[in-house]
């Protein structure tokens, strides 16, 4: 189970980066429709994220710390699809 909420954490990391660059304002609601899980789930993600300096929970933001580390999974991810094609 701990590894599921790691894999949903990073998709949480990766949708706040992808709805920051969209300019869209980042509601739990919004966030649990874009990740298909439940409200309460998103909630206490963003809580743990919180605790660890990566979101500004309240705010359903990245931190800065947050923002280094969605835009470095971003570069990394795009990179391997490159490989992959090539």
């Given at each position: 189970m701990q590894k599921d909420n790691e894999?949903?954490?990073w998709r949480l990391l990766e949708t706040l980066?992808?709805?920051g660059r969209a300019d869209i304002h980042a509601t739990p609601s919004l966030l649990a429709a874009w990740?298909?899980?439940p409200e309460t789930r998103v909630q206490e993600l963003l809580t743990g994220l919180d605790t660890q300096g990566l979101v500004d929970g309240a705010r359903?933001?990245?931190s800065m710390q947050?923002?280094?580390l969605a835009v470095s999974m971003h570069g990394a991810q795009k990179l391997s699809r490159q490989s992959a094609a090539a």
């Open positions: 894999k949903v954490a980066y992808e709805v990740l298909d899980v359903c933001r990245l947050g923002l280094v």
